[in-house]
């Protein structure tokens, strides 16, 4: 069974943490995601484990990071200079077919889904 688990650090940035079990690690493509109440799915951020392009959507270019950690079978989302719009419940998701990457612009169609995180940026 393959299972992802978020959680968060704060310290003025927040960093998301999705640890992966289940799974070689390094055979996914990946990806952040958030719902906001009312929206459509979001999707932030990809990258294939195993080296490649990286996605970012515009309305986070420049101020999250997606990255990982091969030896902690963790993927993680650097949030800098956070914004009260960037209030969300944010998602990991993983999949090992490289068209999953292609699917997180519009959303994401990924066969594995955290459990989500609720993010709130008070203004």
């Known amino acids: 069974e393959v299972e992802l688990v978020e959680s968060v650090q704060t310290g003025g940035s927040l960093r998301l943490s999705c640890v992966v079990s289940?799974?070689?690690?390094?055979?996914?493509?990946m990806g952040w995601f958030r719902k906001q109440p009312g929206k459509k799915r979001e999707g932030l951020a990809g990258?294939?484990?195993?080296?490649?392009?990286?996605y970012y959507a515009d309305s986070v270019k420049g101020r999250f990071a997606i990255s990982h950690d091969k030896a902690n079978n963790t993927l993680y989302l650097q949030m800098n200079r956070l914004k009260s719009e960037d209030t969300a419940k944010y998602y990991c998701?993983?999949?090992?077919?490289?068209?999953?990457?292609?699917?997180?612009?519009?959303?994401?169609?990924?066969?594995?889904w955290g459990q989500g995180i609720q993010v709130t940026v008070s203004a």
């Open positions: 990258l294939y484990i195993n080296g490649g392009t990286t």
């Open positions: 998701a993983a999949d090992p077919h490289s068209d999953a990457f292609d699917s997180v612009s519009w959303g994401g169609n990924f066969g594995y």
């Open positions: 289940g799974y070689t690690f390094t055979e996914l493509y």
